[in-house]
């Protein structure tokens, strides 16, 4: 079975930075599109970035941009969250998740629904 392992998250000040981590496992077929989700209690869960793993191709919400950096190892085992001059309003479960399937609509219609496989969640807390 389809495996990822989430770590990485902590407590940090505003201003901090963190580099989250996504081990994925048990699968045969090729990955096509790696991402990072967050959620809040009560609030429905975000898609944060996004990454074509084959082409690199990369997409960033906009609350996010310049700050975080998705990226994989060359085996795509591993996903990886960069986030850098974390605010508050970041603190989040944070998830990867993993899509075996091609997707031909735009980067800003990916959504929860899209990604089947999903990681358990790395807790990030940014405190003023």
């Known amino acids: 079975q389809v495996q990822l392992v989430e770590s990485g998250g902590g407590s940090v000040q505003a201003g901090g930075s963190l580099r989250l981590s996504c081990a994925a496992s048990?699968?045969?077929?090729?990955?096509?599109?790696m991402a990072w989700f967050r959620q809040t209690p009560g609030k429905e869960r975000e898609g944060v970035a996004f990454i074509n793993a084959r082409s690199k191709n990369t997409y960033y919400a906009d609350s996010v941009k310049g700050r975080f950096t998705i990226s994989q190892d060359g085996t795509k085992n591993t996903l990886y969250l960069q986030v850098n001059s974390l605010k508050p309003e970041d603190t989040a479960m944070y998830y990867c998740?993993?899509?075996?399937?091609?997707?031909?609509?735009?980067?800003?219609?990916?959504?929860?629904?899209?990604?089947?496989?999903w990681g358990q969640g790395t807790q990030v807390t940014v405190s003023s």
């Open positions: 998740a993993v899509r075996f399937n091609p997707f031909y609509g735009s980067w800003a219609s990916l959504r929860e629904a899209d990604f089947r496989y």
């Open positions: 048990g699968y045969t077929s090729s990955i096509y599109y």
